[in-house]
């Protein structure tokens, strides 16, 4: 029995002291413990891409809400908030979030051009609709799914210094040579090269 108490004995020594603040042996002042809590880690670079698409999303009215958005997305409301604030709006706190008609961020973007596959530099939210609408319509086309037509739209359309790609005869011989498969996503990291 008196082993026992004992060692409830050291226990509770040892959360006192735990407790109290520890004195630098040196100076003999007394410093704070630091704290053990874990820092929040940096968004990914990832991040970026799901907060623009996210955005892009509602601005195209597939999501009902900016929330619905980032769901949809794989992101959250907190990290749209934290890396694009000025493209939201709220009249009040507690108040509806609005996406505003345009922003002014810059994002890494893959386009198709005349010279082939291009990472450039979508500054504001309508070149990287843009890109979006050009990319869109090329997948489109190459699947079939609408005429070749499609594609005059862009014709003249530079982006970056590059002139996005409007003629089919083209895009087939890209298509075949492979270079189309490697446009994996809209959206780029920003440490990929041009």
Request: no cysteine; charged share 30%; aromatic share 4%.
């Amino acid at each position: 029995m008196s082993r026992r108490n004992s060692n409830s004995g050291k226990g509770q020594a040892a959360r006192r002291k735990a407790k109290r603040p520890s004195r630098n042996s040196s100076t003999g002042t007394i410093t704070k413990q630091r704290s053990q809590r874990k820092r929040p880690r940096p968004l990914a670079r990832q991040q970026d891409d799901k907060v623009f698409a996210a955005i892009n999303r509602y601005r195209r009215g597939r999501a009902k809400s900016i929330s619905a958005a980032a769901r949809a997305e794989g992101t959250t409301l907190r990290a749209i908030r934290t890396q694009v604030p000025k493209a939201l709006s709220q009249d009040r706190p507690g108040g509806r979030i609005r996406v505003k008609a345009s922003d002014r961020y810059s994002a890494k973007v893959q386009v198709l051009t005349t010279d082939g596959q291009r990472v450039v530099t979508a500054r504001g939210s309508r070149q990287r609709a843009l890109a979006g609408r050009h990319r869109a319509s090329v997948m489109r086309v190459l699947q079939g799914q609408e005429s070749p037509m499609v594609l005059e739209q862009y014709r003249g359309k530079k982006f970056g210094g590059h002139e996005l790609i409007s003629d089919f005869a083209l895009l087939s011989s890209f298509a075949q040579a492979g270079i189309v498969g490697q446009l994996d996503s809209l959206y780029v990291s920003p440490d990929a090269s041009a």
